[in-house]
């Protein structure tokens, strides 16, 4: 892989709503707006060459890329190791719920059958490296916004923190091959020993 343009999928019904789900056998479609979104991302790679289109395994993710792509012919592959986090107990709850339960908690804290951040962060770069080990020359990422947030965060060398700002929805993102080097030494390296700087409520 020389080039990788990453973007978050459409609004989706849960989304709008600020309702969590990390199960991707929970139907989760996008919104009326989150299909412009996705076609609006379409008209904004047009002049983008792209050999390969990365999805996770959620409705959501692969109903962007298919608006997004629908003009063209690009091969898709999955890549389960950037799926969104895992929520356990707060899946179809409200955000708000599990950020009250995250304050103060630290990077290997999560409730039972829930991601852990910093196992997050190892499994995110192990996406990453799947993509970077890639033959085709440009990629095009279409994940969500956490993996996202920690891969745009970690090309500028920050590692991730207890509270991460959401990326836009449908908003192409462009990294080379050595700032996605960069992503997966950074994650691997905080996963093998996380901290947080900030607190959840800073």
Sequence with gaps: MRTLVVARHGESEFS??????????????LTATGREQ???????????RLDLCAV???ERVRETADLALAEREVPR??????????????EGKALDEYRRWATDRGPTDAPEG??????????????????????????LLVAHSLPIRYAL?????????????QVP????????????QGVVALLEAWAAAPVFSVTMDS
Excluded at 153 to 165: C, L, T, V, Y
Excluded at 169 to 180: C, G, H, K, M, S
């Design 56 to 58: 996770t395994e959620f």
């Design 77 to 90: 592959l999955v890549v389960p190791e950037l799926n969104d986090p895992r929520v356990g107990p707060f």
């Design 114 to 139: 829930a991601d852990a951040r910093a196992a997050l962060a190892e499994r995110y770069a192990r996406g990453f490296r799947i993509l970077l080990d890639r033959p085709e020359d440009s990629i």
């Design 16 to 29: 709008a709503r600020k309702l969590m789900n990390g199960d991707p056998s929970v139907r989760v479609p």
């Design 153 to 165: 965060e970690a090309a500028e060398g920050r590692h991730p923190e207890a509270r991460a700002e």
């Design 169 to 180: 929805y449908a908003t192409p993102f462009r990294l080379d091959a050595e700032q996605v």
């Design 38 to 48: 996705a076609r609006e991302l379409g008209r904004l790679l047009a002049a983008d």
